[in-house]
């Protein structure tokens, strides 16, 4: 049963193709292109509630319909790739689970403005179907709503990812500043290193010279001759005092 509704999906997919014109195709690649790149959902054509196996298929016909080799538009393989992208995201049980958090928080936000615009409203009949919930799910499911949700999102993805590249960019200056300090760091060891090296190769001669001036000492050296030392007649002088001739 399985494989003949497979076969089914095959030759209603083969057909509609055949239908689809390049000025067609070429539409859909713009489309994929100027989608919001943060939104897989939004690559794909797909509600926010949609299942893996909706995200397959709707890949599955997208993807078909824009292949390089079927389209003939410049940015044909790039919009292939988007979808791919897409789908990639969507069928990741972490990623999916991020968009859909989000969207889970553009609706909380979008409910709340709701109700701060209908506390303005005195009409009691609205209110009462308010308190009920009717009117919130009837909302929902409007095309308004969804319009709203669809921008609500895009918003709080885009604060995400800001964020996300803000601590991205604290952490790669952090690392930068840790590997800087690191490459001081060696450079102040390979530094103390070498000098320790040339001090340990000068270290005979500075025995040698230190030998030689232990063994000369004090001594006069041969040939040299030393002024005499004038005597004082005053102890207490520090200056000295050429001696008085007398008489």
């Known amino acids: 049963m399985g494989e003949t509704s497979s076969v089914n999906d095959d030759l209603l997919l083969k057909n509609f193709f055949a239908e689809v014109s390049e000025v067609e195709r070429d539409n859909e690649v713009v489309r994929i292109l100027s989608c919001f790149k943060l939104n897989p959902f939004e690559h794909l054509k797909l509600s926010f509630d ?16 824009v292949h390089p080799d079927k ?9 292939f ?11 990741d049980h972490n ?10 928080s ?9 109700k701060k615009q209908l506390k303005k409203d005195t009409a009691s009949k609205l209110k009462s179907m308010v308190e009920e919930g009717k009117y919130d799910k009837q909302y929902e499911q409007s095309e308004e709503f969804q319009k709203e949700l669809k921008i ?6 885009t604060e995400q990812e800001w964020r996300r590249r803000k601590m991205q960019m604290r952490i790669s200056e952090e690392e930068g500043r840790l590997k800087k300090d690191e490459e001081e760091q060696k450079e102040m060891w390979k530094r103390k290193r070498e000098h320790e090296e040339q001090w ?6 500075r025995v040698s010279s230190w030998r030689d001036f232990m063994k000369g000492g004090k001594k006069t050296k041969k040939g040299e001759i030393r002024p005499p030392k004038l005597k004082t007649e005053d102890p207490n002088k520090s200056y000295v005092q050429r001696p008085v001739k007398r008489g």
């Open 81 to 91: 790739g988007a979808l791919a992208k897409a789908q990639q995201l969507l069928l």
């Open 50 to 65: 949609s299942s893996i196996d909706e995200v397959k298929k709707q890949y599955r016909k997208l993807s078909l319909m």
């Open 200 to 205: 340990e190769g000068t270290r005979e001669q």
């Open 152 to 157: 609500k999102v895009r918003e709080l993805l």
């Open 106 to 114: 553009a609706k909380d936000e979008l409910r709340a403005k709701r």
């Open 95 to 104: 990623e999916r689970d991020y968009l859909l958090s989000q969207v889970n």
């Open 71 to 79: 389209c003939k538009h410049p940015q044909a393989k790039e919009a």
